[in-house]
């Protein structure tokens, strides 16, 4: 079955950096974009970024542009975000999500979504 | 990138209907016929409910349908069920090439 697992959350100072990762299986990863999503304590859902089922375009909310980059490596079938200069408000569980298939190009699909990793930004 | 507008709560008995708003611009939910729904029980993923402003992935219930006017989508849940008490939140695709959600709404089912 299509599965997505995060890793590498944690706590950090304020501008430290982070890498998360995000493990798929079950599905074709090279033919589906990805996304990240975040959700702060007791908040709603934010948008982070996506990136095109080959790495050739990427997206970003403005939030975390230039800070956050979001990268794949498809042969290992796995998402990453690399996260620099953190603040206290990127606070959140960061759930990765798989996007639309090259083929049928959705931008709000996000199905499945993986269990989430939590980063704590504090000092 | 400000968030969609949908109400905080609603809520509904057994059996009944009830409808959320997601209220967004031109730029977003009213120029592109891409957006979602998503279902998050506490302290779960979320889950997509509706794709593409009116369609259902495999293995929702139809029971839950969802229409767009101008700048402003809804989701309609018919037959309420106990289960169906969540939170629900709106995305749209925009202008800039991202995604914005909406703040979300609590549904309580009385």
């Known amino acids: 079955q299509v599965q997505l697992v995060e890793s590498g959350g944690g706590v950090v100072q304020p501008g430290g950096s982070l890498r998360l990762s995000c493990a798929a299986s079950g599905f074709t990863f090279s033919n589906y974009g990805m996304q990240w999503v975040r959700q702060a304590p007791g908040k709603g859902l934010e948008w982070v970024t996506v990136?095109?089922?080959?790495?050739?375009?990427?997206y970003y909310a403005d939030s975390v542009k230039g800070r956050f980059t979001i990268s794949r490596d498809n042969s290992q079938n796995t998402l990453y975000l690399e996260m620099n200069s953190l603040r206290t408000e990127d606070t959140a569980v960061y759930y990765c999500?798989?996007?639309?298939?090259?083929?049928?190009?959705?931008?709000?699909?996000?199905?499945?979504w993986g269990q989430g990793t939590l980063v704590s930004v504090s000092s | 990138q400000s968030a969609l507008t949908q109400p905080a709560s609603v809520s509904g008995s057994p059996g009944q209907s009830i409808t959320i708003s997601c209220t967004g611009s031109s730029s977003d939910i009213g120029g592109y016929e891409y957006v979602s729904w998503f279902q998050q029980h506490p302290g779960k993923a979320p889950k997509l409910m509706i794709y593409?402003?009116?369609n259902r992935p495999s293995g929702i219930s139809n029971r839950f349908s969802a229409s767009k006017s101008g700048n402003t989508a809804s989701l309609t849940i018919s037959g309420l069920q106990a289960e169906d008490e969540a939170d629900y939140y709106c995305?749209?695709?925009?202008?800039?090439?991202?995604?914005?959600f909406g703040g979300g709404t609590k549904l309580t089912v009385l």
């Open positions: 995305s749209s695709y925009t202008t800039s090439g991202t995604v914005v």
């Open positions: 593409d402003v009116t």
């Open positions: 999500a798989r996007g639309s298939p090259r083929d049928d190009w959705s931008p709000t699909w996000f199905d499945p």
């Open positions: 990136i095109w089922y080959d790495g050739s375009k990427k």
